[in-house]
């Protein structure tokens, strides 16, 4: 029985290979092959992408997070599956026999899915307002046992000040026993190492080149511990990018434009100026995207919107309407404006106009109460014990739409006719691997 163990890498590129013996080394006598990020390439969506084989305006997954204009409210990083508004893959296999099992271990939006076998981070929040660290597993007990044999997930190190090479190693190390243990015929795993140090000191630094060769070593010894347990001639193997990191020098701040052209407002609060969801326009942005949410989508206020962000330098492209379909972002839950950073542009979420004013959680690591995506935290400083209020630090981003070579991803097997000989979109994936893994189970 053929065992298809599918990871995917944020941030993998195709030169990165170079430094990665162990994955050369799995690949060799393989295949290899350039892939292609839909926009917006970021996690929650490219993940969705892959795992539906559609675009966000089929499946819904229009960002990191969400704006529920009936509840007035923000969800960053916390939503579960059935946010996807599509069937996935594992889905898409029980279609073709009850008897083919699937493993979700850390794919963003797999809490509550079809999978069979199921790990992602859910600390417990305890009424003094701290957290303990637990995981959401099926079956249920499963996160017990590996606390038992490999201890609580690092949560620490998944994200922050903190995010080091610990995380994945967690991940991988309990993939491992998970695959042993079940032995599901398809394995869907996520490894974050390469998010990092990429983004807060550029692809191309020490730092990031560093991760590179952290990764390598660790996917080595989960290759070699899922080869000894299941049979090297077994196991398919096929790793891909998520997205790929470019260099960014610049920074937009979408909601100080809106504000400072009077269409955002805001409330004052002990601890500063808190954004008014209420407001005529904001936006919710997340790395080299942008969703400016208008009240009561009114369109004298979208046209103004538009008109105000074709000018802003950063900006590649402002779409509203139908126009958002040239992404397959034309959906409820988009902004009714949607703003486009140029490759070596991202935007931050910051509104005020004075870091003195910034509301209490800018400084901290919270990943839950702000409205958009911060990198900045990864600047924690450990004197200070606060986030620097300086966008400017961040020196990676992703998510712009991929427009020339150097932002295109790589996908790689040990096995040499699985990918076909040709480039591939993130949407071609999904049926393409139900189709591969159907077929190896009837032969």
């Known amino acids: ?54 675009r966000p305006e089929q499946h819904g997954v229009i960002a990191n997070g969400f704006y529920w204009r009936d509840k007035k409210e923000v969800e960053m990083w916390t939503a579960w599956n059935d946010k996807i508004q599509a069937p996935q893959i594992w889905d898409l296999l029980h279609e073709v026999s009850a ?78 026993k998970a695959i042993t243990n079940f032995l599901p015929q398809f394995s869907y795993i ?16 020490p730092a990031a080149l560093q991760s590179v060769t952290e990764l390598d ?16 001639n077994n196991v398919v193997w096929i790793i891909a990018s998520e997205y790929v990191i470019s260099e960014v020098d610049h920074v937009s701040y979408p909601n100080r434009i809106l504000r400072e052209a009077g269409l955002l407002d805001v409330l004052a609060e002990e601890d500063g100026e808190h954004l008014d969801l209420e407001s005529p326009a904001w936006a919710l942005v997340d790395h080299q995207l942008g969703h400016i949410f208008v009240k009561d989508r009114c369109q004298e206020t979208i046209a103004q919107v538009r008109q105000l962000m074709e000018q802003q330098d950063g900006i590649a492209e402002v779409l509203a309407g139908k126009e958002r379909s040239k992404y397959g972002l034309d959906h409820e839950r988009s902004g009714d404006v949607i703003i486009l950073s140029t490759s070596n542009s991202w935007q931050a979420y910051y509104w005020w106009l004075e870091d003195a004013l910034a509301p209490g959680f800018a400084r901290t690591v919270d990943i ?46 040990n096995c040499s006719d699985i990918l076909e000989g040709r480039d591939w979109l993130d949407t071609d994936l999904c049926d393409h691997l139900v189709n591969a893994i159907s077929a190896s189970q009837s032969s």
């Open 368 to 413: 839950h109460r702000k409205p958009g995506y911060d990198p900045v935290e990864l600047h924690f400083d450990m004197e200070t014990k606060s986030i620097p209020l300086d966008a400017t630090l961040i020196k990676g981003s992703h998510g712009a739409p991929v427009n020339d070579e150097s932002q295109r991803g790589v996908i790689i097997s």
């Open 1 to 54: 029985m053929k065992h298809f163990i599918y990871c995917t890498v944020p941030g993998l590129r195709q030169q990165d290979l170079v430094q990665m013996p162990n994955l050369q080394a799995l690949t060799a006598s393989g295949s290899k092959q350039l892939l292609t990020t839909s926009f917006p390439a970021v996690t929650w969506p490219a993940q969705a992408n892959m795992l539906t084989g559609k």
């Open 217 to 232: 070593e660790t996917l080595g010894r989960m290759i070699d511990d899922i080869h000894a347990s299941l049979g090297e």
């Open 190 to 205: 996520y490894i974050p190492h390469l998010d990092y140090a990429a983004q807060k000191t550029g692809p191309n630094s």
């Open 99 to 176: 008897d083919i099992k699937s493993l979700a271990w850390f794919p963003m939006l797999s809490k509550g899915s079809g999978a069979d076998y199921i790990c992602m981070p859910k600390p417990v929040h305890n009424p003094d307002g701290s957290e303990s660290l637990w995981c959401y597993t099926q079956p249920q007990e499963y996160y017990g046992e590996m606390v038992e044999s490999i201890g609580h997930f690092p949560l620490q190190h998944f994200w922050g000040p903190l995010a080091n090479i610990k995380s994945s190693e967690w991940i991988l190390q309990s993939a491992v």
